[in-house]
C-alpha cells in the first residue's frame, strides 16, 4: 500500500535552518517538503502555483512577514493549512495568528518529535498549539489578562510591528505597499489606539509584548 506522503511548503528565510528542518522532515516516510520560500510573497505565489498539504511560516522575514503572507493565502483559499514555525513564543503573535485562521504554532525550540506530531495533526485536520504556549495563553485567559495590542487591525499591526522595528513611513510604504499618506494614517491610528506619544512608545510596547525583540 502507497504511503500518502504530506507535501510541505516550507518558508523561512535562512537557507541553513530550510536545509535542517527539510532533512528531519524528509527523514520519516509519510512527510516531503515539494517546495521553499524565503519571503511572505514568495510563499504565497508558491502556494497559488502548487497547492501544498500545509505550510511551515516563519513569522520574521524580509518584506512580508509571516502573518501577513497567511493572510493572503488564507484569503486566497480559506482551507489553506498553515503552521507558524517561528522563535517568537508571544501571545500576541499566537492570537493573531490563530484569528486569521492558522491551524498551529510552535517555535523553533520545540523538539523534532513534536514537529512531527503536529503536521500530522494538522493534515488530519486538527489544531496544534506548542503546549507550553497553550498553557500561557491558558493562565492568561483565566486571570482575564488583556493584550492592548489586540485592539489594533491586522494591517495596522503589520504597521506597528514595522514603527516598532525602526522602519520609516517611506519604507513601510514600498513594504506593504501603501502609498506614503495610508501609512501616515494608520500610524496615526495605532498611536491614538495604544495611547501612545511617540515611536519610542510603540518600540517599547513591541519588546514588552514579545513582537520584536530588544
Known amino acids: 500500500m502507497a ?9 523561512d528565510d535562512h537557507p541553513m535552518v ?4 527539510k532533512q528531519l522532515l524528509e ?9 521553499e520560500a524565503e519571503t ?3 510563499a504565497y505565489q508558491l502556494y497559488r502555483a502548487q497547492p501544498v498539504d500545509l505550510i511551515l511560516m516563519d513569522i ?10 497567511a493572510r493572503h493565502i488564507l484569503e486566497y483559499d480559506s482551507k489553506a493549512k498553515i503552521m507558524m514555525l517561528t522563535m517568537y ?14 491551524k498551529g ?6 523538539e523534532p518529535d513534536e514537529l512531527i506530531k503536529a503536521i500530522r495533526l494538522l493534515d488530519r485536520g486538527r489544531k496544534y498549539i506548542e503546549a507550553s504556549i497553550a498553557h500561557d495563553l491558558a493562565f492568561s485567559n483565566i486571570l482575564g489578562e488583556s493584550d492592548p495590542i489586540d485592539i489594533l487591525s491586522p494591517r495596522e499591526f503589520e504597521v506597528f510591528v514595522a514603527l516598532a522595528d525602526g522602519q520609516s513611513v517611506k519604507e513601510i510604504s514600498s513594504l506593504l505597499h501603501l502609498s ?4 501616515g494614517v494608520h500610524r496615526t491610528h495605532i498611536m491614538k489606539k495604544l495611547h501612545t506619544d511617540n515611536l519610542s512608545d510603540i518600540t517599547r510596547l513591541a519588546i514588552r509584548h514579545g513582537v520584536i525583540t530588544a
Open 3 to 11: 504511503i500518502h506522503a504530506i507535501k510541505i511548503l516550507l518558508c
Open 18 to 21: 530550510r536545509n535542517g528542518f
Open 27 to 35: 527523514s520519516v516516510p509519510d512527510i516531503t517538503v515539494v517546495a
Open 40 to 42: 511572505g510573497e514568495q
Open 60 to 69: 520574521s522575514m524580509p518584506g512580508m512577514g509571516g502573518l501577513a503572507a
Open 89 to 102: 513564543d508571544s501571545q500576541t503573535y499566537v492570537v493573531r495568528s490563530l484569528k486569521l485562521g492558522v
Open 105 to 110: 504554532y510552535l517555535t523553533k525550540m520545540a
Open 180 to 183: 506614503p499618506k495610508t501609512v
